[in-house]
Nanobody, 128 residues
Framework: QLQLVESGGGLVQPGGSVRLSCAASGFALDYYTIGWFRQVPGKEREGVSCISSSGARLDYGDSVKGRFTISRDNAKNTVYLQMNSLKPEDTAVYYC?????????????????????WGKGTLVTVSL
């Protein structure tokens, strides 16, 4: 059974850091584009960051550029999201997602589009 499981969420103070992990089971991530997305109740889901299968291409949403870093360890079948300088507006449920990589999305810079495997999410709350 193909699964993505997020972990690492919790309560963090403004200005703090947290690292989210997305572990895959039932399939190898080597050939997959992976993305992190977030959603606040009542708002649309937002693409946070996506990474190509090789790790050579990284895309970030404007609101997180310079603060968040996506990385992957294919040997551990895991993708990470390092979140620094957190702000209250970063509070959301964070989801990881995967799709078998389409080379055209790498070329076109549309890595975050077309994901079809999704985890259940982990809540990050940024508050005093």
């Amino acid at each position: 059974q193909l699964q993505l499981v997020e972990s690492g969420g919790g309560l963090v103070q403004p200005g703090g850091s947290v690292r989210l992990s997305c572990a895959a089971s039932g399939f190898a991530l080597d050939y997959y584009t992976i993305g992190w997305f977030r959603q606040v109740p009542g708002k649309e889901r937002e693409g946070v960051s996506c990474i190509s299968s090789s790790g050579a291409r990284l895309d970030y949403g404007d609101s997180v550029k310079g603060r968040f870093t996506i990385s992957r360890d294919n040997a551990k079948n895991t993708v990470y999201l390092q979140m620094n300088s957190l702000k209250p507006e970063d509070t959301a449920v964070y989801y990881c997602a995967a799709q078998l990589e389409d080379p055209m999305t790498v070329v076109a810079g549309t890595l975050c589009e077309g994901m079809y495997y999704w985890g259940k999410g982990t809540l990050v709350t940024v508050s005093l």
